[in-house]
Every structure is written in C-alpha cells, then in structure tokens.
C-alpha cells in the first residue's frame, strides 16, 4: 500500500501474490550496499537526504489509520500528543535499510510505515548514529538538516529521546540474548544525557 508513494525513494513493487499463509512481493531489482553510518563516513549526507525527501511524500489515504502509538506508553506523562502528525515515517532507521548505489540510493524495507510527527524519522537516526560512534552533538548536528527537525519543539524531542530510552530498556529486558539491543540503551540513554532528560538526571520535557 505504501510502495506507490515512495517509489522515487524505494525500489518499486512489480507483483504481489498471496494465499492464506504468505503474502510474495516481487520488486525492481537494485544494486546497492548497506549505509556506513559512522562518523566518517561518506554515505550521511545520502541517508539524511533520504529522510529529508521523505517529509515531502504525501502519505496514502490507507494511512489515516497508521498513525504511529509505538512510543506512547513510553512517553512522559501528557507528552505523547506531541509524537501526532501527518508525515509519512520511516521508522525503521538502521544501515541495512538505506542501500546506497553507484547513481542513486534506496530506502528498503518499508515493514512498519506510519503516520506523526516529521521529527520522529531523524530522532530514529539520531540514536542509530550515537551507536555507530557519533557523539550525541554530531548526531543531532546531522538530523537538523532534516526540516522535520528542525520545525519541532525542543520538548518533543526531549520526550521522544525519554520515551525512546525506555523503549530500549524495555526491549533488553525482555530479549537479553540480543546484544544489540543493549548497544541501543547505551546510545539512547547517551543522547537522553546530552539533552538532560535521561532517568535520575533532573530534567523533565515540559
């Protein structure tokens, strides 16, 4: 349902097939390589290029019931009303879904689109960059070139980093043979510090 939209990020959708079991999506045939996401790398201004045209898409009319709640429970107390928009969002920001080609490069992987706030794709990026080896500065350096970005309120990103910070806690928790996930709660709880909201630090998003 989302491919139509996106095709000028994504490979486009050729055929889809299904029965009771399993739905088959053939798509258009590219060739690129997973997303360096550290700190000198040369693919960020791609990738940031990427999120940033993806603010301009218009989401399908399917989604006007996508809208995105994943962090809610997560959220400050009465904060979560400011995660509501109505970008189309990625969400789903890590190196092996940004495959970038000798003439053009790719988002892939389009598992879990929704509907909210412009910010939320960079933020997504933010924490993803801080793993890689980004100071939390640097990584807020490269999401402020997405518009999203920079047209929210320090508050929300505030809330969002808190919220994002315990989603991860809470993911580890629940699955602590995965040590990827406990990379992610060190990034996330770095960036959570670097905006002073991080758990026992004091400072709460207003």
């Given amino acids: 349902m989302v491919n139509p939209s996106v095709r000028a990020l994504s490979?486009?959708?050729?055929?889809?097939v299904e029965d009771d079991e399993w739905i088959a999506l053939g798509f258009e045939a590219v060739e690129g390589r997973s997303a360096d996401f550290g700190p000198d790398s040369g693919d960020l201004?791609?990738?940031?290029?990427?999120?940033?045209?993806?603010?301009?898409?218009?989401?399908?009319a399917e989604a006007e019931d996508w809208q995105e709640t994943r962090w809610d429970r997560f959220a400050p107390e009465g904060s979560a009303e400011m995660f509501?928009?109505?970008?189309?969002?990625f969400t789903d920001v890590n190196p092996d879904n940004f495959l970038i080609g000798e003439h053009r490069s790719w988002i892939v992987d389009?598992?879990?689109?929704?509907?909210?706030?412009?910010f939320i794709d960079p933020a997504c990026l933010v924490v993803q960059l801080i793993a890689a080896g980004h100071t939390a500065g640097q990584a807020e350096g490269w999401a402020a070139r997405c518009k999203g970005w920079v047209n929210a309120t320090p508050a929300?990103?505030?809330?969002?980093?808190?919220a994002t910070l315990r989603m991860n806690e809470r993911q580890a928790e629940r699955f602590?043979?995965?040590?990827?996930?406990?990379?992610?709660?060190?990034?996330?709880?770095?960036w959570a510090e670097h905006r002073g909201v991080a758990e026992g630090t004091g400072t709460r998003p207003q």
């Fill in 156 to 162: 929300a990103i505030d809330a969002f980093a808190m």
């Fill in 45 to 60: 201004g791609v990738v940031v290029g990427l999120l940033d045209g993806l603010q301009e898409v218009s989401p399908p």
């Fill in 11 to 16: 490979p486009e959708l050729r055929w889809h």
């Fill in 176 to 190: 602590p043979e995965a040590s990827w996930l406990g990379d992610m709660v060190e990034a996330a709880h770095r």
């Fill in 84 to 89: 509501r928009g109505d970008t189309l969002l």
């Fill in 110 to 118: 389009w598992s879990w689109p929704t509907r909210g706030a412009g």
